[in-house]
């Protein structure tokens, strides 16, 4: 008889998205007269640009010719590829990273949560809490969980790092000591960065406790304040210590065509056994993930059409961010992020539950958010705000709230 990882079994589900379907189209069906914005997208809307179009009909014309055409991509995937991400993610902001330790995918959804699969079951995880919910559920699916309970809404065996208005949503380091350690900056939910010399303290304290950072940089191109790093590997020691995840989806607008790469740095080694060397072992391996077709559409991106394209698209969501934040701030509520990130953090006014403070902004303006305890027990007493909507949709939406 088969027997399933009953590990599956004590992943609570995805209350949070689903109910907020179901009430806003409970409001939808009640209220067929009013226009509902949704600030509460975890998803791009902008469509790619004609940099990224242009290289993908070029690779689609490619693949139909015998003389151009491509099977299986490489390993680790294309030269073209690693070779831009390599000069442009990293030897430009003087990091000593090299093509060789790049590994191509079909985004970092998957990297984040397979990446784990390198790693001994009995290896303890700390995440920052709220945070991104990749990271928890694919630990727990592995086994690194132990029990959840309904009282915390956490598992027992993870070490939640809270990150609150009271530490400027900075995790702390944490007293009981972990295997491995997710970072996540420009934070999603909360759009908290962090400084260098506080990432340099993370990388000091893993190479001195021989843990291991996985450090989630989808953000990345987001940062607009001067000095903040764009990379880990911008410390010192940092490739002995860490593993670094990217993406294509939320700068360049992927999120449906799917590319992103992750660094696994040749000296980490956990052990006496390289990790990247584990890596190579991934189940994508010799497919990779990500098409020849994907793979030019993301040299592209760091084209000098498709960096002036990019930055535009940034811009454009940037310019919604700005606009959330300032109004809400002058409407009188406590929010952060906003600022190196495409999320505004929301403290809930007065003693008000996440879900309570949905209720009050679908029915009260019509504007559709996330409660933040979807992304961790300390999002309790948050709301998540997104700048991915229309420019128009987002005006509207925040002078809505203004008007509560
Ligand atoms: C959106 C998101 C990702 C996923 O990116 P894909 O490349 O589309 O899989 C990874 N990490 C964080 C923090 C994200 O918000």
Redesign the pocket.
């Known amino acids: 008889m088969v027997k399933i990882n009953d590990n599956y079994l004590k992943l609570p589900g995805s209350y949070l998205f689903s109910t907020i379907g179901k009430k806003v189209n409970e409001f939808a069906a009640a209220n067929p007269d009013k226009k509902i914005i949704r600030l509460g997208i ?1 998803d791009v809307t902008q469509p790619l640009t004609p940099a990224i179009t242009d290289a993908l009909h070029k690779a689609v014309d490619e693949m139909g010719h015998a003389e151009t055409f491509r099977g299986y991509a490489p390993d680790l995937g294309y030269d073209f590829l690693r070779k831009a991400i390599a000069e442009n993610d990293y030897e430009a902001r003087g990091c000593d990273i090299g093509m060789d330790e790049i590994f191509v995918s079909d ?4 990297d ?1 949560g397979n990446i784990q699969e390198i790693f001994a079951t009995g290896n303890i995880i700390a995440v920052c809490d709220p945070v ?1 919910p ?1 990271y928890v559920d694919s630990n727990v699916m592995a086994g690194r969980g132990g029990s959840y309970s309904e009282i915390t809404e956490g598992f027992s065996d993870i070490i939640y790092m809270p990150c609150t208005k009271e530490n400027d949503f900075a995790p702390q380091l944490p007293e009981k000591t972990p295997d491995i350690i997710y970072l ?1 900056f420009p934070n ?1 939910p909360t759009g908290a960065i962090i400084t260098k010399e506080e990432l340099q303290k993370w990388v000091d304290y893993a190479n001195e406790h021989g843990s291991v950072i996985i450090y ?1 940089a ?2 990345e191109a987001y940062i607009r304040t001067e000095g903040i790093p764009h990379s880990i590997y911008e410390c010192d020691g940092a490739k002995t210590c860490a593993i670094e ?1 990217h ?4 700068n360049a607008g992927f ?1 449906g065509v799917r590319l ?1 790469y992750t660094v696994v740095p040749k000296e980490l080694k956990r052990d006496g056994v390289s990790l990247h060397t584990l890596w190579a072992r991934r189940h994508s391996t010799k497919y990779n993930g990500a098409p020849y077709i994907v793979q030019r559409a993301g040299e592209a991106v760091y084209s000098e059409a498709g960096k002036k394209e990019i930055k535009g698209l940034v811009d454009h969501y940037m310019r919604n961010a700005a606009y959330i934040l300032n109004g809400l701030k002058e409407a009188g509520y406590s929010v952060s992020g906003g600022t190196d990130a495409p999320y505004i953090w929301l403290k809930t006014p007065g003693e008000m539950t996440g879900w309570e403070f949905f209720d009050h902004l679908l029915n009260n303006a019509n504007v559709v958010g996330t409660p933040g305890s979807g992304f961790g027990p300390h999002g309790e007493g948050y709301f998540r705000l997104t700048a991915f909507g229309s420019y128009e949709n987002t005006v509207e939406a925040v002078d809505r709230i203004k008007k509560l």
């Not at 985004?107 to 998957?110: I, P, Q, S, V």
């Not at 993406?247 to 939320?250: A, D, G, L, P, R």
């Open positions: 975890g985004g970092a959804k998957c984040s991104y990749v996540c999603n989630d989808a953000y995840l993406s294509f989806s939320k999120t992103g």
